[in-house]
């Protein structure tokens, strides 16, 4: 049965799971606030919307966020210790992004636009992310999905070297010039 055999790997990798996770919160902590200092610059104070902000350890190599209530799920174990930092920034910036969106853009709250809203928070990370402002920070850039390599590299230049990123003005560049 495939709950047993994933309870099984989540036992036999309980002694990694603890040292990385308490690896992972100790990185985390030493770049936690400047990271939502960052945010909190990007989104211009824009309040964090409530939720749990947990994030459990997944043996699986995707790494999934639940926007009701602000969990996700970060690596076991990862090579790059220090890439985990960036997942989790990645997954934190889905919250406050997705909360923003469809404030503003309620349409999109729709069932239909999922799959072109996911599309524009993944390029929208990247974007962010791979800004020299947040790899000063972060010193690994994010890794996007191949799908997103001609759009994000298209939008770099014009954000990258940016000291401050307009969130709507980047969602809207997305939204128009962007179709999935």
């Not at 409530?50 to 076991?76: C, H, N, S, V």
């Not at 069932?111 to 972060?138: A, D, G, H, P």
């Not at 191949?146 to 003005?169: A, G």
């Amino acid at each position: 049965m495939v709950s047993d055999f994933v309870g099984s790997v989540y036992l036999r990798n309980k002694k990694t799971i603890n040292k990385n996770i308490n690896l992972y919160q100790k990185n985390w902590s030493k770049i936690e606030e400047k990271y939502f200092l960052l945010v909190d610059d990007l989104f211009s104070g824009y309040v964090w919307p409530k939720g749990k902000y947990i994030a459990y350890p997944t043996i699986w190599g995707m790494y999934p966020r639940f926007l009701e209530d602000k969990i996700f799920q970060i690596p076991y174990k990862y090579k790059k210790k220090n890439y985990v930092n960036v997942i989790i920034a990645h997954e934190m910036l889905h919250f406050i992004f997705y909360d923003f969106l469809f404030k503003e853009y309620p349409k999109y709250k729709l069932n239909k636009y999922s799959f072109f809203v996911w599309n524009i928070s993944e390029i929208f990370n990247s974007v962010v992310q791979n800004s020299s402002k947040w790899l000063k920070i972060f010193k690994i850039k994010t890794i996007s999905y191949p799908e997103h390599k001609n759009i994000i590299n298209k939008l770099q230049k014009d954000f990258y070297r940016s000291d401050t990123i307009e969130v709507d003005k980047l969602i809207r560049i997305i939204i128009k010039n962007f179709n999935f």
